[in-house]
């Protein structure tokens, strides 16, 4: 059993990776910026909880000592989504978060998991692998990438375990309202006869996000590999199918407007992540 530091334990993944350490039964410390929306949840009591607002941080504390000393720490904050073109990420984020986790590192952090996102590759189609260059086309990748590149640069001159996760695509109870299931699933729900979506034909990687939660939990708890690490299926496909299968699934229909809005100009046409490094980890290579 380990003690793990869990950032974001409120948010859409964090939810789900506490749930997935607490199956695991290692002791969990939950940090978010609202005790409040903390104890909404059903892994509440279960675990040590301590509130902490980035935006607001405690002055001149020990941040490792008031986190209770982790073993190691899976740093899902993040905000400002799902606005990825706001200068935010890049101006206000990027410097908060990296000095918050140097903090931590230097007052004694030895491992440390950080959520990236497959929007660092930009606008290249196809597979892609972690061995490919980064190269971001929106503030929020680019400050993540940042973020990890600045990460790189302090374990060249201190020791700590690193792991960057890319996440892709994921869908689950609990997700942004604004999200495209989440949109079709409140459709449904309203009786609606027409659904308007885009053209469809993108090609993505897409994960439930209970299975996203436990690759986090797997990969940030495993010894054998580090840096980047996607955590992806591996297996295409377009965001039509993927609706006409949610649809079937339900056992539903409702009649998709496609193109009535535009794709998107901040990710490629065609793009799915490279499971190998993923699948050494789960034992599946």
Request: glycine letters at 6%; charged letters at 20%.
């Given at each position: 059993m380990?003690?793990i530091?869990v950032t974001?334990?409120?948010?859409?993944?964090?939810?789900?990776?506490?749930?997935?350490?607490l199956?695991?039964?290692?002791q969990?410390?939950?940090?978010?910026?609202?005790e409040e929306?903390?104890?909404?949840?059903?892994?509440?009591?279960k675990?040590?909880y301590k509130?902490?607002?980035l935006?607001?941080?405690?002055a001149?504390i020990d941040?490792?000592?008031?986190?209770d000393r982790?073993?190691a720490?899976?740093?899902l904050?993040?905000?400002?989504?799902?606005?990825?073109k706001?200068?935010?990420?890049?101006?206000?984020?990027?410097?908060?978060?990296?000095?918050?986790?140097?903090?931590?590192?230097?007052?004694?952090?030895?491992?440390?998991?950080?959520?990236?996102?497959?929007?660092?590759?930009?606008?290249?189609?196809?597979?892609m692998?972690?061995?490919?260059p980064?190269?971001?086309a929106?503030?929020?990748?680019m400050a993540?990438?940042?973020?990890r590149?600045?990460?790189?640069g302090?374990?060249?001159r201190?020791?700590?375990d690193?792991?960057?996760?890319?996440l892709?695509?994921m869908?689950?109870?609990?997700?942004?309202?604004?999200s495209?299931l989440?949109q079709?699933q409140?459709?449904?729900d309203e009786?609606?006869?027409?659904f308007?979506?885009?053209?469809?034909?993108?090609v993505?990687d897409?994960?439930?996000?209970?299975?996203?939660?436990?690759?986090i939990?797997?990969?940030?708890?495993?010894?054998?590999i580090?840096?980047?690490?996607?955590?992806?299926?591996?297996?295409p496909?377009?965001?039509?199918?993927?609706?006409?299968?949610?649809?079937?699934a339900?056992?539903?229909?409702?009649?998709?407007?496609?193109?009535?809005?535009?794709?998107?100009d901040?990710e490629?046409?065609?793009?799915?992540?490279d499971?190998?490094?993923?699948?050494?980890i789960?034992?599946?290579?």
């Amino acid at each position: 059993m380990q003690k793990i530091l869990v950032t974001g334990a409120t948010g859409f993944i964090g939810n789900y990776v506490v749930e997935e350490l607490l199956r695991n039964n290692h002791q969990v410390i939950a940090s978010s910026s609202s005790e409040e929306r903390a104890r909404l949840f059903s892994w509440f009591p279960k675990v040590q909880y301590k509130a902490f607002n980035l935006a607001d941080p405690p002055a001149e504390i020990d941040y490792f000592s008031f986190f209770d000393r982790p073993d190691a720490m899976i740093h899902l904050a993040w905000e400002g989504l799902p606005n990825y073109k706001s200068a935010f990420h890049y101006e206000v984020n990027l410097p908060r978060h990296f000095s918050f986790l140097e903090r931590m590192l230097r007052q004694g952090l030895r491992s440390l998991s950080v959520t990236g996102t497959c929007f660092e590759y930009g606008l290249h189609e196809g597979k892609m692998s972690e061995h490919m260059p980064s190269n971001p086309a929106n503030p929020y990748a680019m400050a993540k990438d940042s973020l990890r590149k600045l990460l790189e640069g302090l374990r060249q001159r201190q020791s700590f375990d690193f792991k960057w996760i890319r996440l892709f695509y994921m869908y689950g109870r609990g997700q942004n309202p604004n999200s495209l299931l989440s949109q079709l699933q409140k459709a449904l729900d309203e009786h609606a006869t027409v659904f308007n979506m885009s053209g469809g034909a993108q090609v993505r990687d897409y994960l439930p996000v209970e299975k996203v939660a436990e690759y986090i939990v797997a990969i940030a708890l495993q010894q054998k590999i580090d840096g980047i690490i996607n955590c992806c299926s591996a297996e295409p496909i377009s965001v039509r199918q993927l609706v006409e299968d949610y649809l079937a699934a339900r056992q539903v229909t409702i009649h998709l407007n496609l193109g009535h809005y535009p794709y998107a100009d901040y990710e490629p046409m065609s793009f799915w992540g490279d499971a190998t490094k993923l699948n050494k980890i789960i034992n599946k290579a």
